[in-house]
């Protein structure tokens, strides 16, 4: 194996990371979008007490369109399960594109609680509501069909992605792009739906009387102040692959999880912490 200079080498297995809790969300479990793959690298690197999934786990709309379940899916299911059984607490709170499971909040299947909307409290004591958003999301609400094209294109879009970067590899254009970002970005900035979003989500928060929200839907990943309160969105694992982390004094951080070099493997790393209150 080739290493670059100054890199160290990662063949030897590190120890797991151990963290309080992880917050996963739009994992998109049966899409073909979903970055299974390197979703189990990160549930290996990482030993948490508490893993929350804040909706979009399974993704039943793109099921019903075409079955598409290769072994990877499996596994991440198998792994949760098997964390769960080993004294892991591992919540579900059900996002729109698992809604069927909302029938079912209050009950646990296996070893996973279904929650409806929960309060987590972490270990310097701050206390944040726990949503997947949907319902904050106008677009979502009230034109579910909208939506749903919505996510037929933007499927399209992550498939033209990877042929794209596909291409900027074998001729040797170095650095990330991608044009699902870029298009989220522009097009979605444009009409200023992610703001509207994070403002309606914190809005409804400091109502309650918390100190932030962590939640998912809008596949854009944030750790930041908004109005007095910490709003903290985990991105997902179709395009950005990041997850909300809270380390055991309680600090809340925001990881990728990302190939450093050619040569090196993919680690978790942290792009942001919560700001300071
Ligand atoms: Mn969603």
Redesign the pocket.
Known sequence: MDTAPGQPLDSTPQAPRKVRSLFLS?IHLGSRACRAEELLEFLREYEASNIFLL??IVDFWAMSRSLYWPPAHNTVVQKILKKARHHVRVYLIP???DEALRDYVGSSFGDIALLRDHVHTTADGHRYALL???EYDQV?HYHRWVSVLGDVSYTLLVHVNRLLSLVRRKFGVSGHWSLADYAKRNVLRAVSFISDFETSVVHNVKKRGLDGVIC??IHTPAIKRIDGLTYMNCGDWVDSCTAIVEHLDGRMELVRWTQTSETSAAHAVAIAEAPAA
Do not use: R
């Open positions: 739009d909706g979009d996002g729109n594109h997947h958003g949907d979502t998912g839907h």
